[in-house]
């Protein structure tokens, strides 16, 4: 959300806050739409969100679902609520059916948009290759789960979910909105689509599906990404060198 353009808001960000950080260039952005000159610009900076590879490296590979051979796996996962456009993956998933290809996708979340996606699976008579799975603590497991992660969501903060997923070598299919490209490379990581724009999710979808080897290429440029961008030990490094700096 953009921050108000108030009073109050420009006492505290000209004369409280010392410094602003962000994780991302787009919540930075976000910040200061409404107002450019709410702090200086010298006195914000960027710091992703870091993952600490060597604890999620280490904990155990037990997929949370059986495999599949027949099948490519498509996995979903956050919080079943508007923003994340779980409606927009099922759209595609009917998309892809009506062309012939088939997957099985995996949605792991709960929220208060559960009853209705679960309506919506019946009408599209997605029961057979579409399954909800409620929240899901064991994510590593999920990852193993599946082959693709799609993320169709209208906004992100940062999402864990994209660097956690590439760290396991899963290319990624996602809306080309708010952070999501400063995680997601278009074409090196994954495959990026206008927002909201079904055709266009199920096209990077089928994409993906009928080519392994770029699933592969994908896949092991996301895991390269996150070790130099997004690893814990990255982003702590940039935080000390933010809290050093004098401004």
Same mark, same amino acid.
């Given at each position: 959300?953009?921050?108000?353009?108030?009073?109050?808001? =420009?006492?505290?960000?000209?004369?409280?806050?010392?410094?602003?950080?962000? !994780?991302?260039?787009?919540?930075?952005?976000?910040?200061?739409?409404?107002?450019?000159?709410?702090?200086?610009? /010298?006195?914000t900076f960027v710091v992703f969100n870091g993952l600490d590879l060597?604890?999620?490296?280490?904990?155990?590979? !037990?997929?949370?679902?059986?495999?599949?051979?027949? !099948?490519?796996?498509?996995?979903?996962?956050?919080?079943?609520?508007?923003?994340?456009?779980?409606?927009?993956?099922? /759209?595609?998933?009917?998309?892809? =059916?009506?062309?012939?290809?088939?997957?099985? @996708?995996?949605?792991?979340?709960?929220?208060? #948009?559960?009853?209705?996606?679960?309506?919506?699976?019946?009408? #599209?008579?997605?029961?057979?290759?579409?399954?909800?799975?409620?929240?899901?603590?064991?994510?590593?497991?999920?990852?193993?789960?599946?082959?693709?992660?799609?993320?169709?969501?209208?906004?992100?903060? @940062?999402?864990?979910?994209?660097?956690?997923?590439?760290?396991?070598?899963?290319?990624?299919?996602?809306?080309?909105?708010?952070?999501?490209?400063?995680?997601?490379?278009?074409?090196?990581?994954?495959?990026?689509?206008?927002?909201?724009?079904?055709?266009?999710?199920?096209?990077?979808?089928?994409? #993906?599906?009928?080519?392994?080897?770029?699933?592969?290429? @994908?896949?092991?440029?996301?895991?390269?990404?996150?070790?130099?961008? @997004?690893?814990?030990?990255?982003?702590?490094?940039?935080?000390?060198?933010? #809290?050093?700096?004098?401004?």
């Amino acid at each position: 959300m953009p921050t108000r353009n108030t009073m109050m808001n =420009r006492f505290l960000f000209r004369r409280v806050v010392t410094k602003l950080l962000c !994780n991302s260039e787009h919540t930075r952005r976000m910040v200061l739409s409404e107002n450019p000159r709410l702090i200086p610009y /010298e006195r914000t900076f960027v710091v992703f969100n870091g993952l600490d590879l060597a604890a999620f490296d280490s904990l155990p590979v !037990n997929p949370l679902v059986p495999r599949q051979a027949v !099948n490519v796996v498509i996995g979903c996962a956050g919080r079943l609520t508007e923003q994340k456009g779980h409606v927009y993956l099922l /759209e595609a998933a009917a998309l892809l =059916r009506e062309r012939g290809v088939n997957a099985t @996708f995996l949605l792991a979340g709960s929220g208060e #948009l559960e009853d209705s996606l679960r309506s919506r699976v019946a009408e #599209l008579d997605l029961d057979e290759s579409v399954h909800l799975l409620g929240f899901v603590e064991d994510m590593k497991g999920f990852y193993a789960s599946i082959d693709i992660l799609a993320l169709p969501s209208l906004w992100e903060g @940062f999402g864990y979910v994209l660097s956690e997923a590439m760290s396991m070598r899963l290319p990624v299919v996602a809306f080309d909105t708010s952070n999501i490209p400063e995680v997601v490379v278009d074409g090196e990581t994954g495959l990026l689509v206008p927002p909201r724009d079904v055709a266009a999710f199920a096209n990077a979808l089928e994409t #993906l599906i009928r080519d392994s080897g770029l699933r592969l290429r @994908f896949g092991l440029a996301g895991r390269e990404r996150v070790e130099h961008f @997004f690893s814990l030990a990255k982003t702590t490094r940039a935080l000390e060198d933010v #809290l050093l700096v004098s401004v």
